[in-house]
């Protein structure tokens, strides 16, 4: 299991370190072969890279032009991708491997993160998956934290959230879901972005109730991956050069995580909306988590969440090893 960061000499010392940048997405537009574009959604780790890479100027050094796109919601977020406004994006294996079934030109060039999730309830009788049967339960439909949630509520009762679920109400932004438990909308919640709603379940009468990613090791006998890094193929066929010059970019970025914590939240609150403090616990505690891994390092993983999703049904097939792209 790779620490919470390999040092940049580590990571470059074969091109095509995979990385990057954290489930923060990186970078540009599509006007010229020297663009790169990507969405990030407006808060949490999903903005932790792209912002710093931009205001840092550290596109600028890798020879390539970043452009960042804000999203509110994941069917924004995605479909976006889908058309074309940007394109590179921090997906889920399985929105990726799903949008790859059904015609998108997209290769997986290596991991990003391994956020922990949480069941969370404020109620007393809620302890397990098992005590989601019959109740409301907040998640973000259409996400990858979702599909990974769901793939082991579904080995664990052989049913989905949906199935077990006696109401399923969908929570599609960042830190969405504990505030649904919170107002009593519903009982249990996802809490799937660790550096946003940390803060929400410690400032709230709001108990974790079981860790999703080390269920799913106990489960599946590997990582899981909340995020992996979608790029169009269009983009690695015109411009290597700056996707390569993406990754090495968001590397540098979470150097500067590793060498400063305190100082580069900083740079990054001047540019974002976060709140420093949840961000500064998720680092801290390793929830929030890079993979800096090559692809080669983290793809047997990466297969066996994918096969989870077959067997489960979250995904109807695997495209196989066309999917991924080596650099």
């Not at 999703?212 to 890094?229: G, K």
């Not at 989870?308 to 495209?319: A, Q, S, T, W």
Request: charged share 20%; proline share 5%.
């Amino acid at each position: 299991m790779p620490g919470l960061y390999s040092s940049r000499r580590e990571l470059l010392a074969g091109i095509g370190s995979v990385t990057t940048a954290s489930v923060a997405g990186c970078l540009s537009g599509n006007e010229s072969s020297e663009q790169v574009s990507t969405a990030r959604l407006s808060t949490g780790a999903t903005s932790l890279i792209a912002p710093l890479i931009k205001s840092e100027g550290i596109d600028e050094e890798y020879d390539f032009e970043s452009k960042i796109f804000v999203r509110d919601s994941i069917s924004a977020y995605y479909g976006d991708f889908v058309g074309g406004t940007y394109n590179t994006l921090p997906s889920g294996p399985s929105a990726a491997v799903s949008r790859f079934n059904e015609g998108l030109d997209l290769s997986i060039i290596g991991s990003f993160n391994y956020s922990s999730m949480w069941w969370v309830s404020n109620d007393p009788d809620i302890r397990s998956i098992e005590d989601l049967e019959g109740e409301t339960v907040a998640v973000p439909l259409g996400s990858g934290a979702f599909a990974l949630a769901d793939a082991v509520v579904r080995e664990r009762t052989g049913q989905s959230v949906e199935e077990l679920a006696g109401e399923t109400i969908n929570a599609p932004g960042p830190g969405g879901s504990p505030p649904e438990v919170l107002t009593g909308g519903a009982s249990v919640g996802l809490s799937w972005e660790p550096a946003l709603s940390s803060f929400i379940i410690r400032d709230n009468d709001l108990e974790a109730i079981v860790n999703v990613r080390e269920q799913y090791q106990s489960l599946f006998d590997a990582d899981s991956f909340n995020l992996v890094w979608a790029v169009r193929n269009d983009l690695i066929e015109n411009n290597p050069e700056a996707v390569s010059g993406l990754l090495q970019a968001g590397q540098d970025v979470a150097d500067m995580y590793n060498e400063d914590l305190d100082g580069t939240i900083s740079k990054l609150i001047e540019q974002t909306a976060n709140e420093p403090e949840p961000i500064r616990e998720a680092f801290q505690s390793n929830r929030l988590e890079f993979s800096m891994d090559a692809l080669e390092n983290s793809r047997d993983a990466m297969d066996t969440q994918l096969e989870v999703y077959r067997d489960l049904g979250v995904v109807d097939e695997l495209p196989g090893g066309e999917i991924y792209h080596q650099f």
